[in-house]
């Protein structure tokens, strides 16, 4: 696989084609999964040694205001550790695996900045929201890519109103360590349910030898590996309202962040220290979806959108 630049033109940010989105609602799951999958991206680091995988991205798409055909302006989504170092920088030797629509797949620079503007776009509180916003333009005539619109991904206001609670079914996509592909991304699919959601913040511990933190966090029944951080996450259910039998919605209800581990004894001495060993709760951790909104609609963001319109134009229908 080669690996070239992906193009970040500012002034081609204004210049997006009519990429596939998400479908909303149709009648089974199936489909969904089919259509998410190709919202994923692969996400790797460059070293002396070659490449190697570090997690997940998904793409998502805020409307063009006024345009039409519907244009929308595209950005990559992760966690923000999966593309940090030890230290807390963003690596900047990062790549995304793309599968092309004629086959095989391609690695893309990622880059976060050009000349000295910021491609990267993170929430007002930083320390705590663990995503990245990126600017990107993709070939949608080469590579097979969808992305989620904006309307998919789940407000505070949204989730009230669809009254989405504890138990509501749910699945995620995205990298699977023990097999990539080697031709082609094969994202991996899990499914789960929702087993928390709650206004207070929940303690997140990312280095053992540091204080856990604080962190505004979803909780998923299910078990989350290496390589799905950053997958996004959806949730399926029946309209409150009713709606078409057999219909069944789909929204964006969060990223992917980590698994909650505990140390459990393996072994026990007397006047010996105890062995231990991670174990797995089976409850997952995800960012919710309403702070990526508060990243794609923030200010620092529509400023940027704003600054990219001025240096282009609709080109003439």
């Known amino acids: 696989m080669s690996a070239r630049n992906v193009s970040f033109y500012l002034s081609l940010v204004r210049l997006l084609v009519v990429y596939t989105s998400l479908e909303q609602a149709v009648s089974g799951k199936n489909v969904f999964i089919e259509s998410t999958k190709k919202t994923v991206a692969f996400i790797f680091a460059s070293n002396a040694q070659g490449t190697s995988p570090l997690g997940t991205g998904f793409f998502a798409g805020v409307k063009v205001e006024g345009s039409q055909p519907q244009r929308y302006y595209l950005y990559l989504v992760t966690a923000k550790h999966v593309i940090t170092d030890s230290s807390g920088k963003l690596i900047k030797n990062a790549f995304i695996r793309l599968n092309k629509i004629d ?7 990622l880059d976060l900045v050009r000349g000295s503007r910021s491609l990267a776009f993170f929430h007002p509180d930083d320390d705590q929201v663990d995503l990245i916003v990126i600017s990107v333009v993709i070939d ?7 992305f989620v619109q904006d309307d998919v991904v789940l407000t505070r206001d949204r989730m009230k109103q669809m009254e989405i609670s504890e ?5 995620f996509t995205g990298l699977f360590l ?8 094969y994202p991996v699919v ?3 349910k929702v087993a928390l959601m709650t206004d207070e913040k ?3 511990r990312t280095d053992p030898t540091k204080p856990a933190e604080m962190a505004e966090l979803l909780l998923l029944e299910t078990q989350s590996f290496g390589g799905n951080s950053g997958s996004p996450v959806f949730v399926t259910f029946q309209a ?5 039998p057999g219909e069944v919605n789909l929204r964006l209800i969060g990223i992917m ?14 006047n010996a220290t105890i062995a231990v060993a991670q174990q797995n709760l089976g409850i997952a951790a995800v960012v919710p979806s309403y702070l990526l909104w508060d990243i794609l609609f923030g200010n620092e963001l529509k400023a940027f959108r704003t600054e990219s319109e001025s240096k282009s134009a609709l080109p003439q229908d």
Do not use: C, V, Y
């Open 167 to 171: 138990g509501e079914d749910t699945f």
């Open 240 to 244: 409150p309202n009713g709606g078409k």
């Open 103 to 109: 086959g095989g797949s391609e690695l893309l620079h």
């Open 140 to 146: 949608n005539k080469k590579f097979d890519i969808k």
């Open 202 to 204: 929940i303690p997140w």
């Open 178 to 185: 023990p097999f990539l592909g080697q031709s082609r991304n």
């Open 190 to 192: 899990r499914s789960g």
């Open 257 to 270: 962040r980590g698994t909650f581990e505990q140390n459990r004894p393996i072994s026990a001495m007397q």
